[in-house]
């Protein structure tokens, strides 16, 4: 498999993890998840780092009954949760794979630190980035932002449950449309939710591209990584 990045950013929404449970790691998702990420990286040797949320577990943002800090707290411990689900799958499969967070933990995970993180992927390592950027009020979105610019990333992968970018909601919008392509221009002009504004803005200047795919097929991730045009892609 040929693939047009060389290093990429792969963020996951933890509603992804859950599957059609809705709550939890669904297992046949995160099992073809992480044989869609062997693939890339032995077939192709696509160094891939993954940023993944947690809100299969928490939503801290949208509960009012605790404090915003530490409801924030909260949703990043969901976060290595997936972060170490994702490591130990990979594992088993004979991939190598590490675990870093934003916070330290050492008893459950690395401490991201930059250098170390860009030495475990130019190696080969798949490096799984816990707890966002480590500070409340900012979301896993920014977290992908700020990790795909630090490890000159050549673009950030959205594995979302939906299947591109559109001009309005589609759940609630049968004759949304969908984009083929966009610039982080208009998503920001239209205030589009494909990232939160200030992940988006990052983006945008520091010319990150974005694909936005769906993650129900796991095997959208090498499809994108080949460059097949699914999804949505937005451009600088």
């Not at 330290?104 to 490096?127: P, Q």
């Amino acid at each position: 498999m040929n693939s047009i990045y060389k290093r990429v950013l792969i963020k996951i929404s933890g509603e992804a993890m859950a599957g059609e449970q809705k709550h939890g790691i669904d297992e046949d998702v995160l099992t073809k998840l992480c044989l869609a990420l062997k693939k890339a990286v032995t077939e192709a040797g696509v160094q891939i780092a993954i940023v993944v949320g947690g809100g299969n577990f928490w939503r801290g943002a949208k509960n009012p009954a605790f404090d915003r800090s530490d409801a924030d707290h909260m949703g990043m411990l969901a976060t290595v949760m997936n972060a170490i689900a994702l490591k130990d799958k990979l594992r088993q499969m004979g991939v190598p794979a590490v675990a870093m967070s934003a916070i330290e933990m050492n008893a459950i995970c690395e401490l991201y630190v930059r250098a170390k993180a860009d030495e475990y992927l130019s190696s080969g390592k798949i490096v799984i980035l816990g707890c966002g950027t480590g500070s409340p009020f900012f979301t896993t979105d920014t977290g992908a932002a700020l990790r795909a610019a630090q490890l000159s990333c050549d673009a950030i992968l959205l594995a979302k449950n939906i299947d591109g970018v559109y001009d309005s909601d589609p759940a609630g919008n049968p004759n949304a449309k969908k984009f083929d392509r966009i610039s982080m221009s208009d998503v920001l002009a239209r205030n589009l939710k494909v990232m939160d504004l200030t992940a988006t803005a990052f983006c945008l200047e520091h010319n990150m591209p974005l694909s936005v795919f769906e993650i129900k097929d796991p095997g959208n991730v090498l499809r994108v990584l080949k460059g097949e045009k699914i999804g949505t892609e937005v451009y600088c």
